[in-house]
């Protein structure tokens, strides 16, 4: 009955449904047109590829590997601090400078491959452990000229270096000698780059490194091996002779603390690394994102209008009678359903009916066989039961241990939460100190710029004075060179000049003579040399003209022992000399009046000077004296009828009383009298930069006090580093720096104005708690000696 009135039913309202077909397919295909557009839209954003919360992620990342990069420059700066040798900074010489041309500092360079060896490397190395390795000598000129190199470095070019190694068969010698365990090569120790094997040859390739001090001594003064040897706990033995060793500081090799350097430095270079990739994918998400965000917009506005729309379907009477007509259709099939069912159901019974049937008669031995049955599902429930239990204690336990655990989860998350609050706060107040310290940084960056700038013009222009004079008197020296070297060849050229007109002179006198002696030359002289004549050269034999001059030539020496045959000849030629001697001398007796001119006023200038400076520095004297010393003056004075040129007297002063000695004064006068002559002649011409250590050290308070205001008051364009231990100087310093030991280390920390008075106190009480606990180290010392 129920099956027939539903399908009736579902008649009726498909009738009914037509009516309103019309207006529910109009907004039907609108609805649909929604959801298109809204699947469009779906399908642009996930093109776009953004996800949602993404930027949120990255910012979050972002402050992670920030915090962390900030951790790991602290504690690389920190390192730096404890080893300063390791750093190399430079700048780059030119534009586009390829810094792979640089490989780095030697120790950076090789790897350990024992730790135990790292002592006896770093002797073997020496200074060379800090040269740096680049690939030419022209990126070293570079780097030395233009670099900006901040300490003096030893540079190594790979291109020049002369490498050095020991040749095997002098390894093998040494192996034979101690044995191949008692010695190595400092080379063989290290590992390097194939391209550094020049470098790292000129710094370890002739050492060898032995086990303990005899091999080491074998080796090195082997008259085979004669090379240098290090034992592992870094005494030397050189073949010159010479032993080095000792005690060592108890402190890590610098080789051993390399590796912890290493690999703070890599870490911070993988965060930098991160943080700039992920600084580029958020600056990248900022345009997708704003896509996305118009595109996210219009999806949300389709979504509202697609919800209206459905709204409005499903409020509509056509709608609701769909909804019946399914809801009918469902009854339908329901209704038909169990009629199915029924009709089963009614075969089922049937066929139990007769399997009863079957039973009844059959009834003990299907009883029996139950009954077994029965059993054994008993003796499997009791089995599963008691593993039920033993399971449901475990998980009993494992729920309190649990809530245990959630209990202590949320007593620590309360207790971040609180740190969490507190360091929030903290960096807060950080944020604006720093912003603060930035502000003064940037101004005094700018005047120290400026100052600089100036610096640097005074500077270049006293250079380019220096220069010039350096170019003249080289110029002048070139000259009097010149003019010395030319005044020799022109008495040189004079001389011989001389000697030819003596010889000409001479030459012409002697022919004259013979013509005036001998008339009869004048009258022959065409016949000489003509053959079949009494000047017949080859007619007459030679040989005996020649024994007849020899003979001629005995007698001539023999009246030259007597009779002077130069006399009228060298009397020219003394005259001449003179002559030309008298001519010098004029010469010299013009420079010498020069000269001294030249001197008198060099030394007039030099008294200028001389004077000015000493007003200058009595003024300064003074005036620092009377700050040191309030209500005392001081003078510079020359002696009674003397002036300043003659010497200078150190004259003290107390009122209107002048004392006539320094011994009168007491030993820390004396001590401001000294400093504040030092002081008054470096203010003559000041330098940019003084270190003072522990000036104060002999003074009380109120003079170390007026030591710093003297500083600032009459240096206010030098800068001071002054080592002391006294408040009074603390006070007028612009940065003090502390120094103590953390774990047998020096470490520095600085403190800047702002925290002046805070910074002294504490490092007053930091020195008394170190001097308390030396105090018991050196108790508990003689406690265990006794």
């Known amino acids: 009955m129920k099956l027939k009135h539903a399908q009736q039913e579902i008649k009726k309202k498909q009738s009914d449904l037509k009516k309103t077909e019309q207006g529910y397919q109009k907004d039907k295909s609108a609805f649909d047109d929604i959801q298109k557009n809204m699947k469009a839209l779906e399908a642009e954003m996930n093109k776009l590829g953004f996800e949602e919360g993404r930027d949120e992620v990255l910012a979050a990342e972002r402050r992670t590997l920030s915090q962390e990069v900030h951790k790991l420059q602290e504690h690389l700066e920190t390192l730096e601090a404890r080893f300063p040798q390791l750093q190399f900074d430079y700048k780059d010489p030119e534009k586009n400078f390829d810094r792979s041309k640089v490989h780095g500092l030697v120790c950076k360079l090789i790897k350990i491959k024992d730790v135990k060896m790292a002592t006896a490397l770093e002797v073997s190395a020496g200074g060379k452990l800090y040269n740096v390795v680049v690939d030419t000598e022209v990126t070293g000129k570079k780097l030395i000229q233009k670099g900006e190199l901040r300490r003096r470095y030893t540079i ?43 470098a ?23 008259d ?35 590796s912890e350097f290493t690999e703070v430095e890599s870490k911070l270079k993988e965060k930098q690394t991160k943080l700039h990739e992920v600084e580029k994918e958020l600056n990248s998400l900022k345009h997708v994102a704003e896509k996305y965000t118009t595109f996210k917009q219009k999806y949300d506005l389709k979504v509202q209008e697609a919800e209206l729309l459905k709204a409005r379907l499903e409020q509509g009477s056509h709608h609701q009678q769909l909804e019946d007509i399914e809801a009918l259709k469902q009854s339908i099939e329901e209704q038909e ?19 009863l049937e079957d039973k009844i008669k059959n009834a003990k031995a299907v009883r029996e066989k139950e009954l077994k049955e029965a059993e054994g599902e008993v003796t499997k429930s009791k089995k599963k039961m008691e593993e039920s239990g033993r399971k449901m204690k475990e998980k009993y336990q494992e729920t309190e241990s649990l809530k245990l655990e959630m209990e202590e989860l949320q007593k620590e998350v309360e207790t971040y939460e609180e740190q969490i ?38 500077k270049d222009l006293l250079k380019a ?36 007109q003596n010889d000409s002179k001479s030459a012409a006198r002697e022919v004259e003579s013979l013509l005036k002696n ?64 008298m001519k010098k001398r004029k010469i010299v007796l013009n420079d010498k009046t020069k000269i001294a001119a030249v001197i008198e006023e ?111 008051s009459h240096f206010k364009h030098s800068q001071f580093i002054v080592v002391s231990l006294k408040d009074g100087m603390f006070n007028n310093a612009n940065v003090l720096f502390k120094t103590k030991f953390v774990d047998g280390v020096s470490t520095v920390t600085r403190y800047v104005q702002h925290g002046r008075s805070t910074s002294v106190s504490n490092i007053v009480a930091d020195k008394e708690n170190n001097h308390n606990s030396k105090k018991k180290q050196q108790a508990a010392k003689r406690s265990r000696l006794e």
């Not at 390739?205 to 082997?222: I, L, Q």
């Not at 507190?422 to 003064?440: C, G, P, R």
Request: proline letters at 3%; hydrophobic letters at 35%; glycine letters at 6%.
């Open 421 to 458: 609050k507190t360091v929030e706060e903290t960096i807060a107040q950080f944020e604006e100190q720093i912003k603060d310290l930035a502000d003064k940084s940037q101004t005094t960056k700018t005047e120290v710029k400026e100052a600089q700038e100036a610096l640097n013009k005074q």
């Open 200 to 222: 790292m040859e000129f710094v370890f390739g002739s050492v060898f490194v032995c086990s303990d001090m005899n091999s080491a001594k074998k080796v090195t003064f082997d």
């Open 224 to 258: 085979k091996i004669m090379k240098k040897s290090v034992t592992m706990e870094g005494d030397s033995f050189d073949p010159a002779g010479t032993l080095t060793g000792g005690a060592r500081a108890h402190t890590n090799s610098i080789l051993e603390k390399l």
């Open 337 to 355: 359903g169990v009629l199915k069912k029924a009709e089963e159901t009614q075969k089922k019974m049937s066929k139990k009916a007769k399997d």
């Open 156 to 198: 190594i070019p790979l291109n020049k270096i002369a490498a050095r190694s020991i040749a095997p068969d002098v390894v093998r010698r040494a192996e034979d000698l101690v044995g191949k365990k008692n010695v190595n090569t400092a080379l063989s120790l290290i590992g390097y780059e194939k391209d550094l094997k020049a």
């Open 602 to 712: 060099l030394d007039q200038k030099k008294n200028e000077a001389l004077t000015k400076a000493w007003e200058q520095v009595n003024k300064d004297f003074s005036s620092i004296f009377s700050t040191l010393l309030p209500g005392a003056r001081a003078k510079l004075s020359p002696p009674e009828g003397q002036s300043a040129l003659d010497g200078l007297e150190v004259r003290v002063g107390f009122g209107d009383v002048w004392k006539e000695s320094l011994s009168e004064l007491s030993g820390g006068q004396r001590s401001l009298i000294a400093l504040s002559l030092i002081l008054a002649m470096l203010l003559f011409k000041p330098a940019p930069l003084y270190i003072l250590d522990e000036v104060d050290a002999a003074l009380d308070i109120s003079h170390t006090q007026n030591i710093g205001q003297m500083i600032k």
């Open 465 to 500: 004075c220096n220069k010039d004079i350096s170019q003249r008197i080289g110029e002048q020296k070139d000259l009097q060179k010149e003019n010395h070297s030319s005044q020799l060849k022109i008495q040189e050229l004079e001389h011989k000049i001389s000697k030819f």
């Open 518 to 581: 001998y008339d009869w030359i004048i009258d022959e002289k065409k016949y000489f040399g003509h053959p079949n004549t009494a000047y017949d050269f080859q007619a007459n034999d030679p040989k005996v003209a020649e024994k007849k001059i020899g003979k001629l030539q005995e007698s001539k020496d023999k009246l030259s022992k007597s009779v002077n045959m130069r006399a009228m000849n060298m009397l020219g030629k003394a005259e001449e000399q003179y002559a030309d001697l």
